[in-house]
């Protein structure tokens, strides 16, 4: 079991600028990769970003690159996800996913075996 826990969402303004973090605890030398999908009301849930643990490989989604950066702290088994220039359309609920297993890349929900509760992001005009 590995277990997950978000923070750092909140309410800021276009432009403005947000870092979330996820907690990892449990079996997290188990863990391969951590990403972070988004899912806004009545969207699917959306791919975001994702990060091997060895720090070798990350992925982001068009939508966000540039803008975003995943990074790892693997003292504190934390992940973190640094947006800036941030729009009314990241508005969304954030969640923090992690994968026991070695896949090729790491942008699709179903690769990811743990998740958070979520943290949610607003992002006003």
């Known amino acids: 079991q590995v277990q997950l826990v978000e923070s750092g969402g909140g309410l800021v303004q276009a432009g403005g600028s947000l870092k979330l973090s996820c907690a990892a605890s449990?079996?997290?030398?188990?863990?391969?990769?951590m990403g972070w999908f988004r899912q806004a009301p009545g969207k699917e849930r959306d791919f975001v970003a994702a990060i091997r643990w060895s720090g070798i490989s990350t992925y982001y989604a068009d939508s966000v690159k540039g803008r975003f950066t995943i990074s790892r702290d693997n003292a504190k088994n934390t992940v973190y996800l640094q947006m800036n220039s941030l729009k009314p359309e990241d508005t969304a609920v954030y969640y923090c996913a992690a994968s026991l297993n070695n896949y090729y890349e790491y942008r699709r929900a179903s690769v990811f075996d743990y998740w958070g509760q979520g943290t949610q992001v607003t992002v006003s005009s």
């Open positions: 449990g079996r997290t030398f188990s863990v391969y990769a």
